[in-house]
């Protein structure tokens, strides 16, 4: 009899619910905190909720789960009679998710991989997706993380905020914060390079960022099978009209999303997020090769990173 095997990722992986549905995939939510409520991504607070609560200058944290909600999702697996679980999060340099995933998996009943993505948003979904493919495909667990570890390297994310000013109270910005001080006269974009927020480029204007993001995507995409995605925060009238110009520019698209950011991304980089994520399908010559994921076993601590607990 066939290994059976679980996936488990994080809710800023932002993978459409009819995805989730269709490969099984479990999801362990992160929470944005808002005064001193702790509300639960997707279910409690959208990224409606995020955008006016910024626009409104209430101040906003976020907050991963904690290892104990990762034991109850691979328990859970375990008595649903899964064998072993991969288990695929958001970069250890941004969050403490993975490593809280890492504490778990050392007292789980049945063999853990904690894949750390040293990504976010679908740049996070592409491996989680690749990960199902494998399992469904037969792959064992060693496999099955390998598959969302090749998938990472291949996955590259660019994006482009109107103001700098959320990823710095958030202590996301890593090197990005050397443009705050001309933040004022250009238009950062920004780029995950190392599991990290840095600067890429700078243009002068919206319009001019938006182009420049548009280039960045077909130069990446290339001529091989790529997967696209186009996230947002309160954005859509420039997310569609991008999504479309990609459309009909990159020649090996595969499949193309455009979706909101969730409510903890959203928390960090404040309306007017455009990003792009271009994935390429391992084995098509599709993209070119980004930073490249990190695994960590049961009791390991080789996930990156993380903040301290109770920040995302």
């Known amino acids: 009899m066939p290994a059976q095997l679980a996936l488990v990722t994080d809710s800023t992986a932002y993978l459409p619910q009819d995805v989730i549905d269709r490969h099984r995939i479990a999801v362990v939510p992160l929470s944005v905190v808002v005064a001193d409520a702790v509300l639960t991504e997707g279910v409690e607070i959208s990224p409606k909720d995020v955008a006016e609560a910024l626009r409104t200058k209430q101040r906003l944290t976020t907050s991963r789960p904690n290892p104990e909600t990762f034991a109850a999702a691979y328990r859970a697996a375990a008595e649903a009679g899964a064998t072993g679980v991969v288990s695929v999060h958001l970069s250890g340099e941004l969050s403490g998710t993975a490593e809280a ?95 990290r927020i840095e600067p890429l480029e700078k243009v002068r204007t919206a319009s001019r960022a938006i182009a420049r993001l548009e280039e960045l995507a077909v130069e990446q995409a290339g001529e091989g099978a790529v997967d696209i995605t186009v996230h947002h925060l309160a954005a859509e009238d420039r997310a569609e009209p991008l999504a479309a110009r990609l459309r009909e520019r990159v020649p090996g698209l595969r499949s193309l999303y455009v979706t909101e950011v969730g409510a903890v991304i959203g928390a960090h980089v404040g309306p007017g997020l455009l990003a792009v994520v271009v994935s390429g399908v391992p084995g098509d010559g599709g993209g070119s090769a980004g930073a490249g994921a990190s695994e960590g076993e049961a009791g390991t601590s080789e996930t990156g990173a993380g903040t301290s607990e109770g920040e995302a």
């Open 101 to 195: 995933a890492v504490l778990a998996a050392a007292e789980a009943p049945i063999p853990v991989r904690v894949v750390d993505s040293r990504l976010v948003g679908m740049a996070l979904g592409y491996p989680v997706l690749a990960a199902a493919e494998a399992r469904d495909a037969g792959l064992d667990l060693d496999g099955v993380a390998a598959a969302a570890r090749r998938r990472a390297e291949l996955t590259r994310g660019y994006f482009y905020v109107d103001t700098l000013e959320h990823l710095r109270r958030g202590g996301r910005i890593g090197a990005a914060r050397a443009l705050i001080g001309s933040a004022l006269a250009v238009k950062p974009l920004l780029h995950l390079e190392g599991g």
